[in-house]
Each structure stands twice: as C-alpha cells, then as structure tokens.
C-alpha cells in the first residue's frame, strides 16, 4: 500500500552539482549516492517511494537558496528557475509528486 505522505522532502538543481557535492561532503557517508539522489526527482525518487509505502511527496529546494541573495533580480530570477523546474519535473505524477514553491 502506498500510503504515506511525506513532507520536505529535498531537492537540488542539477547547475549547483559542485556547491552540491561540497555540501553533501560535510555529512553523506557517499557523496556521489547523495547528489545523484537529491537530484532526481523522478525516477529514483519515486522508486525508493514505491519501496517504502510513500504515496505522495511534496518536494521543496534545498541549497543554494534564494535567501542567500542580496541583489532582488538575482534572486527573482533564481527563485522563478527553481519553480519553473521542478514544476515541469512534477508535472507528468500529480498523483505522486507536489512542490512547496
């Protein structure tokens, strides 16, 4: 049964893979496992999903942040980048996949 809901549930973009890796080196046991895995957001997602009983996920962007941005434009711009991807990357499993924006 694929029954549970899971909230939170982190996701980066693919252009930050080096701040990513930085990152994951300070606590992921396998850094590469890591980055590979908040990156996707489909297909090894949802098959840890299946896995584990998890029905629904809602997704929301880890770091970089937009709050790390002084300049408004830049981080207007990032935070429409942000939306418009993980929007289309949802967009086919609106039975399984939600974004907080």
Not at 48 to 63: E, F, R
Request: zero cysteines.
């Amino acid at each position: 049964m694929l029954g549970k809901i899971i909230l939170e549930e982190a996701f980066a973009l693919p252009r930050f893979d080096e701040k990513t890796r930085w990152w994951a080196g300070l606590f992921a046991t396998d850094v590469d496992k890591h980055v590979q895995e908040i990156q996707d957001v489909t297909d090894i997602r949802l098959q840890h999903a299946d896995k584990h009983g998890v029905g629904y996920q809602i997704l929301s962007y880890t770091a970089p942040g937009v709050q790390d941005i002084w300049d408004k434009k830049d981080a207007d711009a990032l935070a429409v980048e942000i939306n418009d991807w993980i929007a289309a990357k949802i967009k086919p499993h609106p039975d399984r996949l939600g974004a907080f924006a």
